[in-house]
């Protein structure tokens, strides 16, 4: 099982993401600065491909290892 920075640093620094349990609509950052912001260092998230757009793309989500996404790629 992965933390949730070992997660984030599987990505590219500069890709932005969805902070979805962040206060108010659509806050986005990179992830860059997601890995300055969090300091959760728990095991049990994973990233995954989440298809969207009925199948036809994907995007890179973390979340917790059969459970809820944390953070979406934005697109």
């Known amino acids: 099982m992965a933390t949730l920075q070992d997660c984030l640093r599987e990505l590219p620094g500069d890709m932005p993401m969805i902070d979805l349990p962040a206060p108010g609509n659509c806050v986005v950052r990179?992830?860059?600065?997601?890995?300055?912001?969090?300091?959760?260092?728990?095991?049990?998230?994973?990233?995954?491909?989440?298809?969207?757009?009925?199948?036809?793309?994907?995007?890179?989500?973390?979340?917790?290892?059969?459970?809820?996404t944390i953070y979406r790629q934005y697109v």
Not at 32 to 54: F, P, S
């Open 30 to 68: 990179t992830v860059a600065e997601l890995l300055e912001r969090n300091q959760r260092i728990e095991d049990g998230y994973e990233v995954r491909d989440e298809k969207y757009d009925y199948g036809k793309k994907t995007r890179k989500v973390i979340g917790v290892i059969g459970g809820f």
